[in-house]
């Protein structure tokens, strides 16, 4: 069982870049991949990248590939999710992922949930 918490999100002004983080608990991450999706009012859930724990590797939803950034986290025990020049669009609660494999851009190959952080972009 994985646990996962999300924080950073907040109200933040278009042009701006943020850092959101995910936090990992209740076993060790090796085998695991991490993905970050998000949910704007009304509309699907949507993958935006993704992480290979034990490799590194990182894969993104193509179109969003050029704002955001995914990454292993300092502390060895989550990921962020850097996102460049944002847009009211990205307006969204954004979630954390897990699942022991691989997973993809869909939702329903990752098994493990955060609750999400609100990221509010005003113009």
């Known amino acids: 069982q994985v646990q996962l918490m999300e924080s950073g999100g907040g109200l933040a002004q278009a042009g701006d870049s943020l850092t959101i983080s995910c936090t990992a608990a209740?076993?060790?991450?090796?085998?695991?991949?991490l993905a970050w999706f998000r949910q704007a009012p009304g509309k699907a859930r949507e993958f935006i990248a993704g992480?290979?724990?034990?490799?590194?590797?990182?894969f993104y939803q193509h179109h969003l590939k050029a704002r955001f950034t995914v990454s292993k986290d300092s502390a060895g025990n989550g990921v962020s999710l850097r996102i460049y020049s944002l847009v009211p669009g990205d307006t969204a609660v954004y979630v954390c992922a897990a699942v022991n494999g691989g997973g993809d851009f869909r939702p329903e190959t990752w098994s493990y949930w955060g609750q999400g952080t609100r990221v509010t972009v005003s113009s």
């Open positions: 992480i290979q724990w034990s490799t590194g590797t990182t």
């Open positions: 209740g076993r060790a991450l090796s085998g695991y991949s």
